[in-house]
């Protein structure tokens, strides 16, 4: 770590996905020293002038790890922040902060709602017990025990920060039927039939990416309230696939022509890619609480889901002619 009297150096593992594109610029402004540590192969959704002041380090962090190497390249950039945004495994997360004990002030982790299974009383708080289920939902609740135990019984500095369903300008929403295929948009902008799993009641989470980024700024100003925790990071509530799909018709000026169908009837109306994704958010159905974010962080999201989403859907139109 460095002293006290220079900029915070921060150093953002996945800075040009969903939330770098909004976060890094942030830090620029705040007055981070930004490294930005990608594999460089694309550049970030939105464009913005912040980035002539970031510096880029390339690294495949797959290969870099293989080879045992990858956690001391971060700690040779001496970053007194952390911020990983692409971390899946558990042995990743750990070979890192063992790369950085007694290095930085504050690694934040970005999780995933999916740490929760089912819900039992909604919105879900960050107290319930953990009921995840499926692969990446387990693996990422693996990954906050782990850095949560290390805060508390050793002292490492790591928050996890748990966003909803990302959504913003530069890649399509997840729509009302449950999966990312924007055709569903266009056939409610047409005022088309659209058929929604059972009875259309289970639940989405959004939040937009500029929301997520906030999060991960609040968190660093309020270290010792942020250390050891975990934080939901939400829009402040969630949609029915249902009123979602009412509220789409409604922006386009049409009512909203829409059919129920048992999940096994609905799944074959689909594509066996969709039918997963839809089966994955129906089945987790989240309905999480922003009210530890919002008293501990300040964490106060711009954007509501409907918000967040039509402004994505704005965005597609405009890259498409204005049709869907």
């Not at 009837?265 to 159905?285: G, L, N, Q, R, Y």
Request: proline share 6%.
């Amino acid at each position: 770590m460095r002293s006290e009297e220079a900029a915070l150096r921060t150093a953002v593992i996945g800075g040009t996905g969903h939330i770098g594109t909004h976060l890094v610029p942030r830090l620029v402004a705040a007055g981070h020293e930004v490294v930005c540590v990608s594999r460089r192969q694309r550049e970030p959704y939105q464009p913005h002038a912040a980035w002539a002041r970031v510096r880029h380090v390339i690294l495949d962090r797959k290969a870099e790890e293989a080879a045992g190497t990858f956690g001391e390249q971060i700690a040779a950039l001496e970053p007194d922040i952390v911020i990983d945004l692409i971390c899946f495994r558990i042995e990743s997360a750990k070979h890192l902060v063992e790369a950085l004990r007694g290095r930085v002030r504050h690694l934040l982790h970005c999780g995933t709602i999916w740490v929760h299974g089912p819900g039992v009383e909604v919105p879900t708080t960050e107290e319930q017990p953990r009921r995840p289920f499926g692969d990446y939902g387990c693996r990422k609740a693996a990954i906050e025990d782990y850095l949560l135990a290390e805060a508390r019984r050793n002292g490492f500095p790591a928050t996890v920060l748990h966003p909803g369903h990302i959504v913003g300008p530069g890649w399509p929403p997840l729509n009302p039927a449950g999966h990312f295929n924007p055709r569903v948009f266009g056939e409610l902008a047409r005022g088309a039939e659209v058929a929604l799993p059972n009875l259309g009641l289970e639940t989405v989470h959004h939040v937009h990416a500029g929301d997520v980024a906030q999060a991960f700024e609040r968190a660093i100003a309020r270290w010792s309230a942020a250390v050891g925790e975990s934080f939901h990071v939400v829009s402040p509530a969630a949609l029915t696939l249902r009123g979602y799909a009412e509220s789409m018709a409604a922006w386009f000026d049409r009512e909203a022509r829409l059919r129920f169908l048992p999940w096994e009837e609905w799944k074959d109306t689909v594509s066996p890619e969709e039918a997963a994704a839809t089966w994955d958010h129906i089945a987790h159905s989240p309905s999480c609480s922003i009210e530890k974010a919002r008293r501990l962080l300040g964490y106060q999201p711009r954007y509501r889901s409907l918000e967040a989403v039509q402004e994505s859907v704005a965005w597609l139109m405009q890259k498409n002619g204005g049709s869907l």
